[in-house]
């Protein structure tokens, strides 16, 4: 079983940066791979980025590469989502999810998620 609670959201202006954190708990957090997902109101559930369970590999959604920038700390069982050069298109509230490699994770189906943390980006 893998608990994961998000934090780190907030409102910033455009252009602006807000790091995001997702910890997690229980014993298999550093065999699992991480992501994120974001949805904006009215709209999907759509994949922003995964890091398998080393740290040594990354994917993320064209709409953020170059932007943003998923890290983890397995030893704090925590994962960072450095957003930077933000845009008020990047609103939405932001959901950590673990599953067993990235390809599960960009499928959307994992067995585990947050509860979401809310990002607003202001013009």
């Known amino acids: 079983q893998v608990q994961l609670v998000e934090s780190g959201g907030g409102l910033a202006q455009a252009g602006g940066s807000l790091r995001l954190s997702c910890a997690a708990s229980?014993?298999?957090?550093?065999?699992?791979?991480m992501g994120w997902f974001r949805q904006a109101p009215g709209k999907e559930r759509e994949f922003v980025a995964a890091i398998n369970w080393s740290g040594g590999s990354t994917d993320y959604a064209d709409s953020v590469k170059g932007r943003f920038t998923l890290s983890r700390d397995n030893a704090k069982n925590t994962v960072y989502l450095q957003t930077n050069s933000l845009k008020p298109e990047d609103t939405a509230v932001y959901f950590c999810?673990?599953?067993?490699?990235?390809?599960?994770?960009?499928?959307?189906?994992?067995?585990?998620w947050g509860q979401g943390t809310q990002v607003t980006v202001s013009s």
């Open positions: 999810a673990a599953a067993t490699t990235i390809a599960v994770i960009r499928t959307g189906t994992s067995g585990y």
């Open positions: 229980g014993r298999t957090f550093g065999r699992n791979a």
